[in-house]
């Protein structure tokens, strides 16, 4: 058995801290278009993807290609309510916890690091401890309003420990892992 992957938080985000606009659009995303060799490793890196049933919904499943299509690979969405297996055969829909769903996209990685995409995906591993390694885009616009890059309450805050900061053009990469003990 080859080397584990990790478990990988990426999002490029708006200065104000949101990934999608009231409408849950992210065609902003696409108007940064320097080279940027975070992103590139990222792509490079990533050997399967766990998604959330709302990601899906708005945007996998009306053509939206991770990486913008310049990556394929195993796809898991985790949902309470699957559609039949023959709806989407390019996706596993699977609806065991956090935990398993993770261990099932590693498994899938093949050494590489499972990407995990969706605001509640990425707050129930960041809540179970499951996230080894955080990479955000800071874009340079201002959305006002629409979906948190991660959002809950009541809660500790969740610590960070910033790893690795770069530019690439407009954007600023900055990398993190959660801080020991914390989530």
Known sequence: MGARGKVFWHATMSLDGFIADPEDRVDWVFEYKAPNPAADEAIRTTGAVLAGRRTYDVGISKGGKVYGGRWSGPQFIITHNPPDPSHDPEFTFVSEDIG??????????????????????????VEAGLVDEVLIHVAPILLGDGVRLFSRTGLEPVRLERTEVSEAGQITNMRFRLAKGSA
């Open 100 to 125: 398993a769903a993770v261990s099932r996209g590693l498994a899938a990685t093949e050494g590489k690091n499972l990407l995990l995409i969706g605001a509640s995906v990425v707050r129930q591993c």
